[in-house]
């Protein structure tokens, strides 16, 4: 490849502008190359090879969201300088901020119409910029804004659901689901009181070692031991029920009974 002298090139020093020596050994124009081609995908830490038509259209609704809730926020605040107001009582909460809930409402509607790799991205895009801005505000955890606090929680379970779902059920790689699990555990808040549902993305592939073992009946204990460290096959139920959903759908009888002999869960009704 053909490598121009920086100072024969006319735009190495223009903010925003990819420089002609932008080659694969080069990690600095690399990765100036790389946020202008991939905008806010590469949050996600996704390369352009896995960036498709779909990951753009997602990353475009992204953006429009995160703008227009910015706006619903601003225009909140504006007459706001103490906040939060914990004497204000829930109607007033919930007639403030009612409509930024059904506006994260109506886009996570339309992310569930989305391909599986466009919605995940579109959920957790979502899911970071709401916990960011109630963060800021300071209304998780307090006891005169229940509430509130309520349907932020309701609207992430909601995220969480919805990405589990697609991580169980759809053609997602493996490679894929863990950059969304390393996004998801390291860009979204997560006050005291949802602490617990920091590891809820934590969920295995179909490729796992472990569960590949399991479902073949060449494990039947759901212990496996890996350099000295244990590996257990725990999982929550809600992905337990779509494991046991999909199996049976594609009549893999089978499988269903030597998973659900083994896997450990934590309802303890299964």
């Not at 970071?128 to 209304?139: I, S, Y």
Request: hydrophobic fraction near 40%; glycine fraction near 4%; proline fraction near 2%.
């Amino acid at each position: 490849m053909y490598v121009m002298v920086v100072c024969q090139c006319d735009v190495w020093c223009h903010s925003g502008t990819c420089h002609c020596n932008s080659h694969n050994k080069s990690d600095f124009w690399t990765s100036i190359r790389n946020s202008s081609l991939l905008g806010e995908l590469q949050r996600f830490n996704f390369t352009l090879s896995e960036v498709d038509c779909h990951l753009r259209n997602a990353d475009a609704m992204l953006q429009t969201f995160r703008r227009e809730l910015s706006a619903f926020f601003s225009s909140i605040t504006l007459n706001q300088p103490l906040l939060p107001d914990y004497s204000m009582n829930q109607q007033d909460l919930g007639s403030r901020y009612g409509p930024v809930f059904e506006w994260v409402t109506s886009f996570l509607n339309k992310a569930d119409k989305q391909n599986s790799r466009a919605a995940t991205i579109m959920h957790l895009g979502a899911a970071e910029e709401l916990m960011r801005h109630f963060q800021v505000l300071g209304f998780m955890g307090s006891s005169s804004t229940d509430t509130t606090s309520e349907t932020i929680i309701m609207l992430l379970h909601r995220v969480i659901s919805s990405v589990q779902r697609h991580m169980v059920m759809a053609d997602i790689t493996p490679l894929f689901m863990h950059k969304l699990q390393v996004f998801y555990q390291s860009r979204i808040c997560f006050p005291a009181e949802t602490s617990a549902l920091k590891n809820s993305l934590c969920v295995r592939s179909w490729e796992d070692v472990l569960l590949v073992s399991v479902l073949k009946g060449q494990n039947v204990s759901g212990v496996r031991k890996d350099k000295g460290k244990k590996d257990v096959l725990i999982e929550t139920i809600s992905v337990v029920l779509l494991r046991t959903e999909l199996l049976q759908r594609q009549c893999r009888y089978r499988e269903v009974c030597r998973y659900l002999r083994v896997v450990l869960t934590d309802n303890p009704k299964l």
